[in-house]
Structure formats: C-alpha cells, structure tokens
C-alpha cells in the first residue's frame, strides 16, 4: 500500500505536467494491468497486478480522468472476479470485455457509444502490437506497453497525447487535485 501511495504520488506529479490531457484512459487486461492471461486461471485463484498499475488508476481518478477497461479475454466472468478481488473494479466507467477477433476496434466503438468520448479524446495502453496499430488508426493515442503498464509507459502516453491534441478540441484542460 504504501508502493501504491508512492507511485500515485510520482503519476500525480506526471499527469500535473502536461495541459492538454485525455478525458479517458482505456487499459487491457491481461500483461498490460496484471502479469497473467486470466483465461489460464480459475476464480478462486489470487491475482496481482503489475507493481505501478494501481497507483497510476488512482493517480487517474484522483485527477478527474475516467478509466475504462478494453479486453480481447474469451474468459469475461474470470476477468471480473479478479477485478473484485482486486477491489478496483468500479474504479472503470465503461468495461468492454469479450472475445473478439476485431483487435480491440469494436470494444472502442462501444465504449465511444457508451461513453460519448471522441477517440481523439482517449489514450490507450496495451501489450499487443497488433491492437495498438488497429486502435491507432481510429485516432486513439496507443501506447505499447512490454511490462505492464507503469510511469514510464504514463509518461510517454500522455506526453503523446499532449503532443497529438495539441490545443485542439477533443482534450479537456483540467485543474490539478486542489484546484490551483
């Protein structure tokens, strides 16, 4: 716990940085916020997550930015319970996860419909090259990750994403925490 206020704190300082900053992050599953492929687990196993990932959803939330979950898993109710079990499950506003062999272009489409959100407004973090380069080109920020999610990849997605949206629409301006 005391890692996870560490890492919030470090996120909080990154997300401070930069102006121009997405209204929704959107985050795999499985090698991206956790270190398994749920679909080779059972319920009543123990998940853990990679070591920044919780932090950096706090960090998130604690800034006014939405998360949601986009996951090609073929094992949904394995996927959730690991979610509760890890107590962050409704820390996500929208979760699209299902199998699909579409790399991950329909679970945005409907997590745009239900979210509202442009893709230009979204950044995305995912362990497979393949997901990446297909919600790329839906105008979503895409972040590769090859260890998980953690400030490194934090940095670099909204360093991106700042780069990309520039003083366009599409990216909110939003107040740090205590509104200085």
């Known amino acids: 716990m005391e890692d996870d206020e560490k890492v919030k704190n470090e996120a909080l300082q990154i997300i401070g940085l930069h102006q121009n900053r997405p209204r929704l992050v959107v985050f795999d599953?499985?090698?991206?916020?956790?270190?398994?492929?749920?679909?080779?687990?059972?319920?009543?196993?123990?998940p853990t997550l990679f070591p920044n990932a919780r932090g950096i959803l706090y960090a998130l939330k604690d800034s006014g930015i939405n998360v949601a979950i986009a996951s090609r898993s073929p094992t949904p109710e394995i996927a959730k319970t690991f979610l509760?079990?890890?107590?962050?499950?409704?820390?996500f506003m929208t979760q699209e996860?299902?199998?699909?062999?579409?790399?991950?272009?329909?679970?945005?489409?409907?997590?745009?419909?239900?979210?509202?959100?442009p893709f230009t407004s979204m950044l995305f973090f995912d362990d497979e090259n393949r997901n990446?380069?297909?919600?790329?080109?839906?105008?979503?920020?895409?972040?590769?990750?090859?260890?998980?999610?953690?400030?490194?990849?934090?940095?670099?997605?909204?360093?991106?994403?700042?780069?990309?949206?520039g003083s366009s629409t599409g990216a909110s301006r939003i107040s740090s925490p205590s509104g200085v």
């Not at 599953?29 to 398994?36: F, M, Q, R, V």
């Not at 090859?146 to 997605?157: E, I, K, M, T, Y």
């Open 29 to 46: 599953l499985d090698y991206t916020l956790w270190p398994l492929y749920c679909e080779c687990f059972y319920e009543d196993d123990t």
């Open 84 to 91: 509760d079990k890890l107590g962050i499950q409704s820390m």
């Open 97 to 117: 996860i299902f199998s699909s062999w579409s790399h991950k272009t329909e679970h945005f489409q409907r997590i745009h419909r239900s979210t509202g959100e």
């Open 132 to 165: 990446i380069e297909a919600v790329s080109k839906m105008g979503v920020t895409s972040i590769l990750v090859d260890d998980g999610v953690n400030l490194r990849a934090l940095r670099q997605g909204l360093s991106e994403f700042s780069q990309k949206s």
